[in-house]
Nanobody
Framework: QLQLVESGGGLVQPGGSLRLSCVAS??????????IGWFRQAPGKEREGVSC????????????NYLDSVKGRFTISRDNAKHTVYLQMNSLKPEDTAVYYC???????????????????WGQGTQVTVSS
């Protein structure tokens, strides 16, 4: 069983930055066996995929996807040795306000999806509020 814990949320002014962290733990695992996604859910809205990062391929490359509205502002990265995935969020906008979740699924392929249904493990979420 994999446990995920998010941190790094908070209140920030428009144009500001935050870095979210997702730390994975469990009995025994290699984070590189998992695809990781970041999702968000605002009040009254469905949960949406923000970004995802695949397993590292044999050539050490990863596949990354972003929601169109965050491209150029958000950056996802993973440090398997630290069992951590990050979401760097720059130029934040009020519409980025939401609870942010990380999610994981153990896979054998080298791509990733922004569909919540394709993930098995979820963290508890961290609140991000962008407001002046």
């Amino acid at each position: 069983q994999l446990q995920l814990v998010e941190s790094g949320g908070g209140l920030v002014q428009p144009g500001g930055s935050l870095r979210l962290s997702c730390v994975a733990s469990g009995f025994t695992f290699d984070l590189d066996d998992y695809v990781i996604g970041w999702f968000r859910q605002a009040p009254g809205k469905e949960r949406e995929g923000v970004s995802c990062i695949s397993r590292r391929s044999v050539s050490s490359s990863v596949s990354i996807n972003y929601l169109d509205s965050v491209k150029g502002r958000f950056t996802i990265s993973r440090d398997n040795a630290k069992h951590t995935v990050y979401l760097q969020m720059n130029s934040l906008k009020p519409e980025d306000t939401a609870v942010y979740y990380c999610a994981a699924r153990r896979v054998t392929y080298y791509s990733c999806s922004g569909r919540p249904a394709e993930y098995d493990y979820w963290g508890q979420g961290t609140q991000v509020t962008v407001s002046s």
